[in-house]
Nanobody, 116 residues
């Protein structure tokens, strides 16, 4: 079984930075995508960034140029560096790990709050 745990959320002023971390436990064999999603109150969960096993990085338009995703397979981890944070970035951020292209594992989420 695979478990995913996020950390690094918190409260920051607009313009500030945070770094989120996500680490998986259990078998890492077959893992393809590792990504970050977020959900603000009243909104659907949305993709923020994904790091694919072939090295491809994808970003939502709203965060491109401000956020950077990276992964370290040796540590079974994915990270999200968030710079120039805006109040509209406030949300619960979730990590998702995909195995064999069909099995998805979600973390419990970490709260990011950006004050204006």
């Amino acid at each position: 079984q695979v478990q995913v745990v996020e950390s690094g959320g918190g409260l920051v002023q607009a313009g500030g930075s945070l770094r989120l971390s996500c680490t998986a436990s259990g078998s890492f064999f077959g893992v393809t995508d590792m990504g970050w999603y977020r959900q603000a109150p009243g909104n659907q969960r949305e993709l923020v960034a994904v790091a694919r096993s072939d090295g491809t990085l994808e970003y939502a338009d709203a965060v491109r140029g401000r956020f950077t995703i990276s992964r370290d397979n040796t540590k079974k981890s994915v990270y999200l560096r968030m710079n120039s944070l805006k109040p509209e970035d406030t949300a619960v951020y979730y990590c998702k790990l995909t195995r064999w292209q069909t099995q998805n594992y979600w973390g419990q989420g970490t709260q990011v709050t950006v004050s204006s």
